[in-house]
């Protein structure tokens, strides 16, 4: 009797790629709250804190800015006294020069006088540099934050005396987190040629899904794939890319944390007339037995574009339209008759 097998009708089609990986959360951007100036604490945000939130513009620190403003008012009073020197020898010079046009002054008299007025010039250049210098030490004396961010470290209490230099906290920025995902060299194959070529994403770069078990639900992420990082691993042969989320806050109003563990899917580019056949299909050879009208097994070479644990993406060997098996048959003989079931 025939043997009984399942059979899939062949319908070539475009099919868009993806790429699956899996990695673990980290901020894009990340920077060390160091002081620019010294003092001592007078004012510290209850945000600054391990753990903290905090927003774009917030002040998160203050030190004690009374020998700054002594300082500014000092280079102020400097300046001030610069300028009338300058105006004074401006003046002398152009009194110089239109005597020495009537010939009632020498020319010593004159380069006298340009050269004290070069000098005042100069005095009033690096006075002016002094207020711009002690309005910035002011200013910082003021800490606010760069970005919408949290507090990953600090290491700061009020009243603490700090030094130029020192180390006050570490923050990340919250709306802009990334995900570095391994990638076998050949999954480059199913994305946009641009990331093989250039290491960055052309026009459009690649969506991304990621996924992951938190708050006790099944979460979702929208992401972008933004470039490669061009190297791969010696020892383990991948090649890192790293996707960019700027939407941290999903449609269930939950933030993407940083250090989640999570899978994600990249959409990949879509490529012609390719047919998914279950695995059983597929032999060891690389073939695929084919089924004619006459309900006989045929073995036909194919070409395999992608090989998953389930499925095989065919590109080469197989047209629409044509009937192949896909049950798993341990004894196959060229020609065999079979019975088709549903």
């Keep these: 009797l025939p043997v009984a097998i399942r059979a899939l009708d062949i319908k070539l089609a475009p099919m868009e790629l993806s790429v699956s990986s899996e990695g673990s959360v980290q901020p894009s951007i990340e920077t060390k709250l160091v002081a620019q100036v010294a003092?001592?604490?007078?004012e510290l945000s209850s945000s600054l804190v391990a753990g903290g939130d905090f927003s774009k513009g917030d002040v998160l620190l203050k030190l004690d800015p009374r020998d700054y403003e002594i300082a500014l008012a000092r280079s102020e009073a400097a300046l001030a006294r610069a300028q009338a020197e300058q105006r004074y020898a401006a003046e002398e010079t152009a009194?110089?020069?239109s005597l020495y046009g009537e010939e009632l002054a020498?020319?010593?008299?004159?380069?006298?006088?340009?050269?004290?007025?070069?000098?005042a010039n100069a005095a009033l250049d690096d006075a002016?540099?002094?207020?711009?210098?002690?309005?910035?030490?002011?200013?910082?004396?003021?800490?606010?934050?760069?970005?919408?961010?949290?507090?990953?470290a600090e290491n700061v209490d009020i009243g603490q005396f700090l030094s130029k230099g020192a180390m006050i906290a570490t923050l990340?920025?919250?709306?802009?987190?990334?995900v570095r995902l391994p990638l076998a060299d050949a999954q480059l194959a199913y994305l946009d040629p641009s990331y093989a070529q250039t290491g960055l994403a052309g026009d459009e770069p690649a969506d991304v899904l990621l996924t992951a078990d938190y708050a006790g639900d099944t979460q979702t992420w929208s992401a972008k794939l933004l470039r490669t990082e061009g190297d791969i691993s010696t020892k383990s042969r991948f090649l890192h890319v790293i996707v960019e989320v700027t939407e941290t806050l999903n449609s269930n109003g939950v933030r993407l944390p940083v250090g989640l563990f999570v899978d994600a899917?990249?959409?990949g580019r879509t490529v012609d007339n390719l047919v998914s056949v279950p695995?059983?299909?597929?032999?060891?050879?690389?073939?695929?037995?084919?089924?004619?009208?006459?309900?006989?097994?045929?073995?036909?070479?194919?070409?395999?574009?992608?090989?998953?644990?389930?499925?095989?993406?065919?590109?080469?060997g197989l047209a629409s339209g044509e009937r192949i098996s896909i049950s798993p048959l341990q004894f196959v003989v060229e020609g065999?008759?079979?019975?088709?079931?549903?």
């Design 39 to 42: 003092g001592e604490v007078v």
């Design 95 to 97: 009194r110089i020069r």
């Design 106 to 119: 020498s020319i010593a008299q004159l380069q006298s006088a340009e050269r004290l007025l070069a000098v």
């Design 128 to 152: 002016s540099a002094a207020v711009k210098r002690a309005s910035v030490d002011l200013e910082r004396t003021v800490f606010t934050a760069p970005f919408n961010g949290r507090v990953r």
């Design 172 to 178: 990340y920025d919250t709306d802009r987190l990334q």
């Design 265 to 267: 899917v990249i959409s």
């Design 279 to 316: 695995r059983t299909a597929l032999r060891p050879d690389n073939s695929v037995m084919v089924i004619d009208d006459g309900d006989q097994l045929h073995f036909r070479d194919v070409t395999v574009f992608k090989l998953s644990d389930s499925d095989v993406l065919i590109s080469e």
């Design 336 to 342: 065999m008759p079979v019975t088709v079931i549903d």
